[in-house]
């Protein structure tokens, strides 16, 4: 009878081993790829945004510079490009004005009772494939 003891080699890895090791990181590195694109998308959409808000809010400035019958009623300008050059990062950047007269309730008027009611809407094209965002700030003069 042999009284020789079997051992298994527990020395390296085996084949079955690698393939599960091989496998485990490719599934790993396939999510992180997956997650990318859309990291890039919202980060771009972030500053996007913060864009259109400055760009609006420039808008808004400038005509707060200017007096109550300065700013005329209706479309000031629907769809213009922020800045007229077409190398600007800014020109895709469209913006409409809006002004309405209000009444006493804050409510669109055709009376001027000293009210107005300005809208700043800045769109800008979809990045990477998403839809065209929109951002829009408002605010309310009186006549002094």
Known sequence: MDTR???????????????ISVTVL??????????FPHGVQAEKDIEFAS??????QA???ELATL???EITPGTLESGAHANSNTDSPFYNF?????????????TAS??????????????????LGGEQQ????VTMISKR
């Not at 003891?5 to 393939?19: A, F, Y």
């Not at 490719?26 to 997650?35: D, M, R, S, Y």
């Not at 469209?94 to 804050?106: G, I, K, P």
């Open 5 to 19: 003891k079997h051992t298994i080699n527990t020395k390296g890895i085996g084949l079955i081993e690698v393939v």
């Open 59 to 61: 808008k808004l400035e």
């Open 110 to 127: 055709v009376t001027d009772i000293g009210f107005k009611k300005i809208s700043v809407v800045i769109t800008w094209p979809p990045v």
């Open 67 to 69: 007096s109550y019958d």
């Open 26 to 35: 490719a599934v790993g590195l396939f999510g992180l790829l997956q997650a």
């Open 94 to 106: 469209l913006r409409t004005t809006t002004v309405e007269l209000l009444d006493e309730n804050l």
């Open 134 to 137: 929109t951002t829009e700030l």
């Open 51 to 56: 864009i259109a808000s400055y760009l609006a």
